[in-house]
């Protein structure tokens, strides 16, 4: 496309904010078998919704009052609950099941949600990382999922700006990525503490809330937020973050991390490495635990590699790609697309699925 | 293919009419770096000078007359970064030294705590020599340490010749010198990143193409405006007029936090004239000319009107027409921001991305 002169009438549209992307044409419909899946949006009117879907397009949809984030689903249902992003306070429970209406429930005041939740194996209580904003500290919030999503209590995250979260398969154990970013609603997102930023992985026992584990990155990249984590085989955790330092610098962004051991980065070839603009935007493991994905929204492309060896397996383009969730097929991804692509990818294939008049979040998640 | 009306400002800057894409992105890199960047630190190496020599002189002969000039280069000093300090890209952002020139915002006031205990104990030798305090924390090193020492001290300023103080205040200025000298030299012509930028490559670590140096600009331009609205302007609203907050405004306690707000605006437009972005704009469309000067003509009328009646932040959020006044500044800047974050974008084809943007 050519670069081109603005007219007035385009101008405008974009300062009245109705602007709506001019990239969103159909590509055609794929017909194959979809799990059902769920993810946030922003809908071809402007407003936020999220939705429950398959191939054939939306089960449930529920409307947001803003933009959503990410989507916990409760164990045993086809129930899931739809983050705000960050600053946001709402959370909105909904199901598949369209004689069960949707629950809206709020982060209490002082606390906005992160955008991240995970349930408790029985789908009784669900955890929500969340910003005690006024002391600039991590919060985890429980909520009684049995009981209308009532607030139950809460515990610290050890660290500031938990962001992801994610339960181990021992059902008791969560992993939090606390990104290190210390934010105020009253500031937007601004980041409050860029020289002061300490950002680290913890390991809670979500029974007792007791601290079993934190691992801090070195001195040197304490401006590497971590941010998004997936958990693969044998309960290695693999994380994905976000760099708030020097433009010109170039860490490598995708880690694992087991418990006991230091953290280690995985490897992105050095020419590529620049292509992920120090911004990873989500990180999946797939169905077997032993490939992990992660998106590079602002360098267009989703990298694969070996959870257990660490080794980088390729990558794929898709602009404005975030979105990613494990398929039923091993090595496999489902991913999604700001432009309203929808795809599977694995590191030697790409299937385009469809392409909806919508701008996918940053996150889509396998319901069953 | 270039259509003939397309930029303006390239029928004055470009040898040959009928440009290519490259050449445009070309020109931008290169008009910003030469006609915003570099006079922009220099400016701001200049009053740091100055800054430093006036606390020199404000140290060997303490008076009111010389603090008030002391206080006087302190405000030009102030403005001069808020001009440029929406570059969030370059050697003013390495080694923390963005921060370390100016420590803000100090939500919890802890910078402001430090700064105090210094000056409350005067035993802190370690603040008195330029190379250890550019090691200690931001927040006792820069303009807002500084502002702190010569708004909030001024008896003990004026008791003696070199009091702790002045000499610690003395320090902080030439620390902000050596910060202004390495940043001017950051942007040299044989540096790193305008070597980058002028000429990316495939092979590079920053840079890459064009359209990633322009890229840059660009977010320079929108999240400097957002910042303007999110950081700047709304929290000092507080949550009522009954609430107002305007000790969360940058600079609020030397009286500068109107014309840092100012400044910071005026870089920001600065920027986007010379960058080539404000010429997307088509310059025979008379009514979106006029519509986007008069955005700019309200909010600085809004401005001026605070300060003819020399109104400081406390004074404007807590009155009721004032604060309307206010309000609406804050919203034409969003209303700015919205016409120039979708369409630069659009004009310069750059990604707009849903996630890519400001992604979590």
Redesign the interface.
């Known amino acids: 496309?050519?670069?081109?002169?603005?007219?007035?009438r385009?101008?405008?549209?974009?300062?009245?904010?109705l602007?709506g992307?001019?990239c969103l044409l159909a590509i055609g419909h794929t017909k194959t078998a979809l799990p059902l899946y769920a993810g946030a949006r922003?809908d071809q009117d402007g407003t936020f919704s999220a939705s429950l879907f398959n191939a054939s397009g939306d089960v449930q949809r529920v409307s947001l009052p803003a933009r959503g984030?990410d989507v916990a689903v409760r164990p045993g249902s086809q129930e899931v609950v739809v983050f705000a992003?960050?600053p946001g306070r709402f959370a909105v429970a909904f199901s598949a099941l369209k004689t069960i209406p949707s629950t809206r429930f709020f982060a209490k005041q002082g606390r906005h949600f992160?955008?991240h939740g995970v349930f408790s194996p029985d789908g009784k209580l669900l955890y929500t990382t969340e910003n005690d904003f006024d002391n600039?500290v991590g919060i985890i919030g429980v909520w009684d999922a049995t009981n209308g999503y009532q607030w139950v209590g809460e515990f610290s995250s050890h660290g500031i700006g938990p962001?992801d979260l994610a339960l181990l398969d021992d059902g008791v154990h969560i992993v939090v990525a606390n990104g290190g970013i210390e934010t105020?609603p009253?500031?937007?997102?601004?980041v409050?503490n860029?020289?002061e930023m300490n950002p680290c992985l913890v390991y809670i026992n979500r029974l007792t809330a007791d601290l079993v584990e934190k691992v801090q990155l070195s001195k040197s990249l304490r401006q590497l937020s971590i941010?998004h984590l997936g958990v693969g085989k044998n309960n290695r955790v693999v994380f994905g973050c976000q760099y708030k330092?020097?433009?010109?610098d170039?860490p490598q962004l995708v880690g694992i991390h087991d418990r006991g051991q230091e953290i280690k980065f995985i490897h992105a070839p050095n020419?590529l490495l620049?292509?992920f603009k120090n911004?990873i935007?989500s990180v999946a493991t797939d169905r077997s635990g032993e490939t992990v994905a992660a998106s590079c929204?602002?360098g267009?492309l989703i990298a694969f590699w070996n959870v257990a060896n660490g080794k980088f397996l390729g990558h794929q383009a898709l602009?404005?790609?975030?979105g990613l969730a494990p398929t039923n097929q091993p090595d496999q991804f489902l991913a999604t697309?700001?432009?309203g692509v929808m795809a599977r990818f694995s590191a030697d294939n790409v299937t385009r699925l469809r392409t909806d008049q919508v701008?996918?979040?940053?996150h889509v998640t396998f319901v069953s | 293919?270039?259509?003939f009306?397309?930029?303006f400002f390239l029928i004055q800057t470009l040898p040959v009419a009928g440009a290519t894409?490259e050449e445009?992105?070309a020109v931008m890199a290169r008009q910003t770096i030469e006609q915003h960047i570099r006079p922009g630190y220099l400016q701001l190496q200049t009053q740091s000078v100055r800054l430093h020599k006036k606390m020199q002189t404000l140290c060997d002969a303490p008076s009111p007359a010389n603090l008030t000039q002391t206080q006087d280069q302190f405000a030009k000093t102030v403005l001069a970064f808020s001009f440029i300090e929406h570059i969030h890209?370059?050697p003013m952002?390495?080694f923390?030294r963005r921060?370390?020139f100016a420590?803000w915002?100090d939500?919890?006031g802890r910078g402001a705590r430090a700064v105090r205990k210094i000056l409350r104990l005067e035993k802190d030798q370690t603040v008195l020599t330029a190379d250890k305090l550019a090691n200690k924390s931001?927040a006792v090193q820069g303009l807002t340490a500084l502002e702190l020492v010569l708004f909030q001290n001024q008896d003990k300023l004026l008791r003696e010749k070199n009091s702790f103080p002045c000499r610690y205040g003395q320090t902080i200025a030439q620390n902000l010198v050596t910060i202004a000298n390495q940043v001017v030299d950051g942007w040299g012509p044989k540096t790193?990143?305008v070597h980058?930028m002028l000429d990316p490559k495939p092979?590079?670590?920053?840079y890459?193409n064009r359209k990633e140096v322009v890229q840059?600009i660009y977010q320079a331009i929108v999240s400097g405006f957002?910042?303007l609205?999110?950081?700047r302007l709304?929290?000092v609203l507080g949550k009522s007029i009954e609430r107002p907050?305007p000790k969360?405004a940058a600079f609020w306690r030397s009286g500068l936090a109107i014309d840092v707000m100012q400044s910071y605006l005026k870089g920001l437009r600065h920027l986007v004239e010379v960058s080539g972005f404000q010429n997307?704009?088509?310059a025979n469309?008379v009514?979106?000319q006029r519509?986007v000067a008069m955005v700019y003509k309200e909010i600085n009328q809004g401005f001026q009107s605070f300060e003819q009646e020399n109104l400081n932040i406390a004074d404007v959020v807590s009155h009721e027409d004032l604060r309307g006044v206010y309000e609406k500044i804050a919203a034409r800047i969003t209303?700015l921001n919205?016409?120039?974050?979708?369409?630069?974008a659009?004009?310069?084809?750059l990604?707009?991305?849903?996630?890519?943007l400001?992604?979590?």
């Open positions: 496309m050519p670069l081109m002169v603005i007219d007035r385009t101008f405008l549209h974009g300062f009245l904010g602007a992307s001019a922003r984030h992003r960050r992160y955008g600039g962001h105020h009253d500031m937007g997102r601004q409050l860029l020289a941010r330092g020097p433009s010109g170039r020419d620049p292509d911004y935007g929204p602002r267009n602009k404005d790609g975030c697309s700001g432009e701008h996918w979040d940053n | 293919m270039i259509r009306f397309i930029f894409n445009i992105l890209f370059g952002v390495d923390y921060e370390r420590y915002p939500r919890k931001v790193d990143i980058q092979d590079n670590s920053r890459r840059e957002q910042v609205h999110d950081v709304k929290p907050k969360r997307m704009l088509p469309d009514d979106l519509h209303h919205a016409g120039f974050a979708r369409n630069f659009v004009a310069a084809d990604p707009l991305g849903f996630n890519a400001d992604g979590d």
